[in-house]
């Protein structure tokens, strides 16, 4: 099963600011299969990007994603404030399960 | 509009039975996997499997399999998931989701608002 970890844990930033979240798999991961979401408190996960880069519909274009191999990011460029949240990516398994990261909760400074 | 809509909250005594369900619309639901995702304080977001409603293939994940059953009635567009003895470390919010198509297919592109599970003596 492939693990993934992102850093950091939270991370204290202001509106305006941009935001870099981190995502490290334990082994290879093809791009295509590498998503991020989104999650509000009391809400339901939403998915930004996939296959690494990808923004899904509706979501604003200062979500971008990028990496491979073992190694993604996902920027923000300018926070506004209801991106604050926190922050999920995840791995098709294949024959594996599939998994999510621990997540990054992004709060306001 | 895509939309998934689960079974509301649901308060059980271990040993005790339970089938939640969330019904998809606004898209052809026997041609989509539906996934299960358990969501808990201490270990997050946890893949549990997914079933294709068009013939009830379902992939289990080894943490869960032998300890849920998903199932489908594609007549009614709907998913389940059940237990046939709850403990009480089953307690959890749980959120069906359609895993995409095409190049989105490694990614759930659409999520239930979840079924908070709570399960205790």
């Known amino acids: 099963e492939i693990v993934l970890t992102q850093s950091p844990g939270t991370l204290s930033l202001s509106p305006g600011e941009r935001a870099t979240l981190s995502c490290r798999a334990s082994?290879?991961?093809?791009?295509?299969?590498l998503a991020w979401y989104q999650q509000k408190a009391g809400q339901a996960p939403r998915l930004l990007i996939y296959g690494a880069s990808s923004r899904a519909t509706g979501i604003s274009g200062r979500f971008s994603g990028s990496g491979s191999g073992t190694d993604f990011t996902l920027t923000i460029s300018r926070l506004e404030p209801e991106d604050f949240a926190v922050y999920y990516c995840q791995q098709y398994g294949g024959s594996s399960p599939w998994t999510f990261g621990q997540g990054t909760k992004v709060e306001i400074k | 509009e895509v939309q998934l809509v689960q079974s509301g909250a649901e308060v059980k005594k271990p040993g005790e039975s339970l089938k939640i369900s969330c019904k998809g619309s606004?898209?052809?639901?026997?041609?989509?996997?539906i996934g299960w995702v358990r969501q808990t304080p201490g270990k997050g977001l946890e893949w549990m499997g997914m079933v294709y409603p068009d013939d009830s293939d379902t992939r289990y994940s080894p943490s869960f399999q032998g300890q849920v059953t998903f199932s489908v009635d594609k007549s009614i567009s709907t998913a389940y998931l059940q237990w046939s003895s709850l403990k009480a470390s089953d307690s959890a919010m749980y959120y069906c989701?359609?895993?995409?198509?095409?190049?989105?297919?490694?990614?759930?592109?659409?999520w239930g608002q979840g079924t908070l599970v709570t399960v205790s003596s």
């Open positions: 606004g898209y052809n639901f026997a041609t989509y996997w």
């Open positions: 082994q290879y991961v093809s791009s295509s299969y």
């Open positions: 989701a359609r895993r995409g198509g095409g190049i989105s297919s490694w990614s759930f592109d659409y």
